[in-house]
């Protein structure tokens, strides 16, 4: 097999034929991608599976699987299918499911009819979720502005937040509301008791109003009392009560009502806030914690608070984290799941109701691609292969189509492992990079055909080689998913490991034989 035709080469303003050649690689289950799993706390039925009794290892939510983006919050959660289809589950006393109903329900609801979602979030008793188009959309409680409506009012089904269509990550705290839009700016919105918007007030806002007048946000995460935020720079940002020093700002506690810079460190790549507590990831993939440390959620093997950022020692190479109320979890690259703290309600998901002080092997059976937890509960989404080992020779030829939608990228905004997702009639399959014994390479131009970026694997590392010239290496998630393809128009999604997406472009695939993986 000729290995020259291991790349892709990613032109976004102009018509290009390329050639992979890859083979088939045995999957460790046969439990289809996408799969969702919830496990813990089910006082309101969050976990989705018809019952209000709690689970101390993971359950199946829906045998039909593909889903591919998730969220939680408090009593209720809510996913997004690869078809685009909007799914929450859970408490409903204040309509948060958005189904026009104040009925719990103990397992997944469809939202409406649209099949354009492209992220969710939850906050305590309110859901944010964005479209494909770049609009965002509101509901549930809106007793303190959450809903960027301006008004208190409370929508029992999903309401578009302004006329804006370049809004590009979304999240939601427990009371208030948070965005990116394309340009970088950070908006909040929503309850304002302990100074979580960061405009120096304790005034509720009820249309979003930006922060500040920084134009080079990344990613935001909210909790009750405080929130965290990183820039295109790597840097790292919070605001909010510090009464637990979760803010990991080492001169004291107290407020702070706009952002300050948490240490001078400019290699942040993710991070988690939750009540007490704060986990973060750097770009060498080493995990990070701070603050209340009663329930052992910091992972440090012992109950001492932190005020500031402190490695988790390991040997591992973390990929993605999730922060619940009093505990944590990460994923490694290999998509093995680590949980630690307080065990009450099983939300470590290992079997037990017992507490770990450090980050411990959950010894699940199945490889994880996304979790997330925001209270004593917890959602996974499966990252599995079907087994098919008898298409070690197909190869497919694609050509890449002028682009129909850009969310204007930049290298410098970007961090690895990228994943790729492509729309095959209603279906989504999402595979990552390549298999390490062999090489892939993407590249990214603008509309005038200049680099904005390139990205190759080479064994377990991805390297991404930035318009300055400057080349950086990442360990990479590597599994993938089979995916058969058939001739026809496909629509391709570029993400990162955060899920915040890189650009979108039209392929059609002339020739197809076998499966691409």
Do not use: C
Request: aromatic fraction near 10%.
């Amino acid at each position: 097999m000729n290995m020259k035709k291991r790349s892709f080469i990613l032109f976004l303003s102009f018509m290009m034929i390329l050639s992979i050649s890859v083979p088939a690689i045995a999957g460790q289950t046969n439990q289809s991608s996408g799969a969702v799993f919830t496990w813990g706390n089910n006082s309101f039925g969050q976990l989705g599976i018809g019952t209000t009794s709690s689970e101390s290892a993971p359950v199946l939510v829906d045998s039909d699987g593909q889903f591919e983006k998730i969220a939680v919050s408090s009593t209720h959660s809510a996913a997004i299918k690869t078809d685009g289809s909007l799914w929450t589950w859970g408490r409903n006393l204040h309509g948060q499911l958005g189904d026009g109903t104040k009925t719990d329900s103990y397992v997944p609801v469809r939202v409406g009819e649209d099949s354009d979602w492209i992220a969710v979030s939850a906050g305590a008793a309110h859901s944010l979720a964005l479209k494909s188009d770049g609009s965002l959309w509101s509901w549930g409680y809106g007793n303190s502005g959450q809903l960027g409506q301006g008004s208190r009012d409370t929508y029992l089904e999903p309401v578009q937040v302004g006329l804006d269509t370049d809004w590009k990550m979304i999240e939601a705290g427990p009371e208030a509301s948070y965005a990116i839009k394309e340009d970088h700016t950070l908006w909040a919105w929503g309850g304002n008791i302990d100074y979580v918007l960061g405009d120096g007030t304790q005034s509720n806002a009820f249309l979003p109003k930006q922060v500040g007048q920084d134009s080079d946000w990344r990613f935001v995460s909210a909790a009750q009392k405080h929130v965290m935020a990183i820039k295109n720079n790597g840097s790292l940002w919070t605001w909010g009560n510090n009464n637990f020093q979760q803010m990991g700002l080492s001169d004291g506690t107290g407020n702070y009502t706009f952002p300050v810079q948490v240490g001078s460190s400019t290699d942040w790549k993710m991070v988690s806030a939750a009540l007490t507590h704060t986990l973060a990831l750097k770009q060498d993939s080493t995990l990070w914690a701070w603050g209340n440390n009663a329930y052992y959620q910091l992972g440090f093997g012992d109950n001492v608070n932190r005020s500031a950022p402190e490695m988790i020692q390991s040997d591992y190479t973390w990929s993605f984290i999730t922060a619940g109320v009093v505990h944590s979890a990460a994923l490694t690259a290999d998509g093995s799941l680590f949980t630690w703290g307080t065990n009450t309600h099983g939300q470590l998901g290992n079997g037990t109701t017992e507490t770990s002080t450090v980050p411990t092997e959950a010894g699940l059976p199945r490889r994880w691609m996304k979790i997330a937890a925001k209270s004593n509960f917890m959602m996974a989404i499966e990252a599995s292969d079907n087994d098919d080992s008898n298409n070690e020779n197909d190869n497919l030829s694609v050509e890449w189509m002028t682009p129909v939608s850009l969310m204007k990228p930049a290298y410098q905004h970007r961090t690895l492992p990228v994943r790729f997702r492509l729309s095959v009639d209603e279906k989504q399959p999402m595979f990552q990079a390549q298999d390490q014994n062999q090489k892939l390479t993407l590249s990214l131009l603008d509309e005038q055909g200049h680099l904005i970026a390139s990205w190759h694997t080479d064994d377990a590392l991805i390297y991404r080689t930035d318009d300055s010239g400057e080349t950086g290496h990442y360990q990479a998630n590597l599994h993938l998913k089979t995916l058969n393809l058939q001739p026809g128009a496909y629509h391709l999604i570029v993400e990162d490991a955060a899920s915040y997406a890189l650009g979108s472009i039209e392929i059609t695939v002339s020739q197809a034989k076998g499966r691409l993986r």
